[in-house]
């Protein structure tokens, strides 16, 4: 992203990046899916509650 701390105003700081996002290289898609990481929850006992 485009450095804008030397742009005062709002709209143009906006109009900056927006050009900066625009000219950068796409993002390369995952490799491995979304929350693949992420601790996974085990399923509650059903039936009689579980004292």
């Not at 625009?22 to 085990?42: D, L, W």
């Amino acid at each position: 992203m485009a450095n804008t701390k030397s742009v005062a105003d709002k709209a143009e700081r906006k109009k900056v990046k927006r050009a900066a996002r625009k000219k950068a290289a796409p993002k390369a898609r995952r490799t491995t899916p979304r929350g693949s990481q992420k601790k996974k929850v085990r399923k509650l006992a059903r039936g009689q509650s579980k004292r």
